[in-house]
Nanobody, 118 residues
């Protein structure tokens, strides 16, 4: 079983919304809770870019391109982090990856495709 499992991607029209989920089934709660959780995205032919992050204190940060449209949150009881994406635009099209980091250990999910049509 993978360390991180993403879901929720799909095809949506511009202006629509999607909610991505990232579960950490193999991570015990005492490790998940303080972990820095991040969402990245990678468009074809481009580098993987940080989209949003949330730390153990629930402090959040966002890339300028998604501020006001995306919201990252976490449910520690479910060992899950979410990315609510509103007002999607074609330039948001990418594979979205979940990342967990704690004490120098870094884990990635397999990615979920988000495609936004004009």
């Amino acid at each position: 079983q993978a360390q991180l499992v993403e879901s929720g991607g799909g095809l949506v029209q511009a202006g629509g919304s999607l909610r991505l989920s990232c579960k950490a089934p193999r991570t015990i709660t005492s490790v998940f809770n303080p972990s820095l959780m991040r969402w990245y995205r990678q468009a074809p032919g481009k580098e993987r870019d940080l989209v949003a992050s949330i730390d153990g204190d629930r402090t959040t940060e966002y890339a300028d391109s998604v501020k006001g449209r995306f919201t990252i949150s976490r449910d520690n009881s479910r060992k899950t982090v979410y990315l609510q994406m509103n007002d999607l635009a074609p330039e948001d099209t990418a594979v979205y990856y979940c990342n967990r980091m704690l004490s120098g250990q870094n884990f990635w999910g397999q990615g979920t495709q988000v495609t936004v049509s004009p």
